[in-house]
């Protein structure tokens, strides 16, 4: 490859393997490892069968937070521990994220991986300070509110729990949450009855009871669910599948979508 941009190139081997030539040196990496590529120098890069994941970051972003960025070149790095687990999750995560293509989300979701690099490849201290209450916590809290979301329905998503999977304090996870303005229990109990809500407007459940899918939401009692639910939504779960069905029915063909009819909450919809 041929002289590019002023760029360093964070290059994760996930499967496989690959060789590189760059900077008059010669060096392999295997699944589980990694390696720091400069983009003003030449630079060959040969891989069979590999599955990779490479992050480009300007010199001028990771030099300063970097002890030295450049002494790290070509050197062969073991993707293990938590600072690998952290960027690699977090980098997984945003590629699912539907909204990351805004321009504020991007520059954001930019400045938390290059404070991840930056503590992979060895912060100076002032960076490693700034990337605890910044980089590293985003990608914290991330990966804790997708295993929330995966452990809604079934899984323990106490603060002890989620405290040992992700191995920090549950002191910890509750000021991730606090930092947001809100606490671990609010944001659970707002997942759990938007998922209660989603199921209630799907056909395809309309034959299970409001009871049964809030159980499988997590929810334990239903006088506190439904107390929950009219609190969070203005109206009753039966209320909310009753509006789900109206709605779908205005839009099915031959609807009359322009037709006043009656919600759920009796207030009329045209």
């Not at 069968?49 to 490479?54: A, G, K, Q, R, T």
């Not at 039966?238 to 063909?253: C, D, I, M, T, Y």
């Amino acid at each position: 490859m041929a002289k590019g941009t002023d760029d360093y190139i964070f290059f994760m081997c996930l499967e496989g393997a690959a060789t590189f030539s760059h900077l008059g040196r010669e060096a392999s990496i295997e699944a589980g490892q990694a390696i720091l590529l400069s983009s003003s120098d030449p630079h060959v890069i040969e891989r069979a069968m590999s599955h990779h994941l490479f992050i480009t970051i300007p010199k001028a972003a990771l030099g300063p937070m970097a002890a030295n960025a450049d002494a790290a070149l070509m050197t062969p790095m073991s993707c293990v521990g938590e600072k690998f687990l952290l960027l690699t999750s977090y980098v997984r995560l945003l590629m699912q994220e539907p909204n990351l293509a805004a321009s504020e989300l991007r520059w954001l979701a930019a400045k938390h991986i290059q404070d991840l690099i930056a503590v992979v490849v060895g912060a100076t201290q002032d960076a490693t300070e700034v990337a605890a209450g910044r980089g590293i916590r985003a990608a914290r809290l991330r990966a804790i509110k997708a295993d929330i979301e995966s452990n809604l329905a079934f899984g323990d998503v106490g603060s002890d729990a989620l405290a040992g999977r992700h191995r920090v304090s549950a002191r910890y996870i509750r000021k991730l949450f606090e930092g947001e303005g809100t606490s671990l229990s609010q944001f659970v109990l707002g997942r759990r009855l938007a998922l209660v809500c989603s199921k209630l407007s799907d056909l395809r459940l309309a034959h299970r009871t409001i009871g049964a899918i809030a159980f499988d939401a997590g929810f334990g009692d239903l006088s506190t669910f439904n107390h929950a639910f009219r609190r969070h939504f203005g109206m009753t779960p039966s209320e909310a599948r009753q509006s789900a069905a109206v709605h779908r029915a205005s839009l099915e063909p031959g609807g009359r979508t322009g037709h006043a009819r009656q919600s759920a909450t009796g207030v009329a919809a045209a």
